[in-house]
């Protein structure tokens, strides 16, 4: 069994998934809805598939009210990889400024150099 931060980022992974995931940030969706815009490049049994992976990641809920599937984005599962994510944002961020920290005393330190040769 996978952990659930190793399965929302699986989840992630594929692009049909985000563009699911993008559809449900606007707002709930029932599967048809949702499955509209892939049926051209794929049958509804594989959007299905898609959608499980999504429920299965937590990423999303999957409920039944008669013939209808709504669906509704479930933020909790994303903030756990976003937070993730931003604690290495905070690592290359503050990488980043060492980085230029440095490049500036190196050029601080020419730009010191080549005055001191002018000036012989």
Same mark, same amino acid.
């Given at each position: 069994?996978?952990? $659930?931060?190793? &399965?929302?980022?699986?989840? /992630?992974?594929?692009? @049909?998934r985000r563009a699911i995931l993008a559809q449900l %940030?606007?707002?709930?969706?029932?599967?048809?809805?949702?499955? $509209?815009?892939? &049926?051209?490049?794929?049958? /509804?049994?594989?959007? @299905?598939?898609?959608?499980?992976?999504?429920?299965? %990641?937590?990423?999303?809920?999957?409920?039944?009210?008669?013939?209808?599937?709504?669906?509704?984005?479930?933020?909790?599962?994303?903030?756990?990889?976003?937070?993730?994510?931003?604690?290495?944002?905070i690592f290359w961020e503050q990488s980043f400024d060492?980085?230029?920290?440095?490049?500036?005393?190196?050029?601080?330190?020419?730009?010191?150099?080549?005055?001191?040769?002018?000036?012989?």
């Amino acid at each position: 069994m996978q952990d $659930r931060l190793s &399965l929302t980022f699986s989840a /992630l992974a594929d692009p @049909t998934r985000r563009a699911i995931l993008a559809q449900l %940030a606007q707002g709930d969706a029932n599967v048809s809805d949702l499955a $509209r815009p892939f &049926l051209n490049e794929m049958s /509804l049994p594989a959007v @299905t598939k898609h959608l499980k992976v999504l429920e299965t %990641a937590g990423l999303i809920t999957k409920t039944r009210e008669a013939q209808c599937r709504p669906c509704k984005l479930n933020g909790e599962n994303l903030k756990l990889a976003a937070d993730w994510v931003d604690q290495y944002r905070i690592f290359w961020e503050q990488s980043f400024d060492r980085l230029d920290l440095y490049l500036q005393s190196i050029t601080a330190e020419k730009k010191g150099k080549k005055h001191v040769r002018k000036s012989k």
